[in-house]
């Protein structure tokens, strides 16, 4: 039984804006300027002859989008400065959900054997949607990051 969890992919999107300002309209268009994704995670489940789920390898993939502004070094000093703090405190948002995926994650192949294959997957999509609800409440309790600072601060 392995549950095989590699580091974050990180990725960026770019934003474009002469000005901070301008980029925080384009962000005010999207969701949400972060965002981690886990559901491409997979699992292989190996059977004895009785059918019991006998082991478990698990692949947790998980994957990060935060925003790149490009003209970011053209900008001011203070609107440069402001940029970077928001983006620090994102990508500490973000990790808090990275961590909800370790706690999810970290162990569920040991709640999947001795089970037949339905309950085994019936257990994957259980804890899935746990995490996923802890995801929410997350959100939810920091305002998607806006009281640990993901928000700007036009200087």
């Known amino acids: 039984m392995t549950v095989t969890m590699g580091p974050a992919a990180w990725s ?6 002469q000005t901070l300002e301008d980029v925080v309209a384009a962000l005010e268009g999207s969701d949400e300027a972060g965002s981690t994704d886990w559901h491409g995670s997979t699992y292989t489940s190996h059977h004895g002859d009785d059918g019991q789920v006998t082991s478990v390898d698990v692949q947790v993939h ?6 790149h502004w490009v003209e970011r070094d053209q900008a001011p000093h203070a609107e ?25 994650l970290q162990h569920i192949d040991g709640h999947m054997v001795q089970l037949d294959e339905a309950a085994a997957a019936q257990v994957w999509a259980d804890t899935f949607g746990n995490l996923q609800a802890a995801s929410d409440q997350y959100d939810t309790a920091n305002g998607h990051g806006t009281t640990a600072g993901t928000t700007i601060t036009l200087p």
Do not use: C
């Open 62 to 67: 998980i994957t990060v989008s935060m925003p």
């Open 80 to 104: 440069q400065a402001e940029w970077d703090r928001f983006l620090a405190a994102l990508h500490a948002h973000e990790q808090g959900h990275i961590d909800l995926v370790h706690t999810y």
């Open 12 to 17: 960026s999107y770019n934003v474009n804006g």
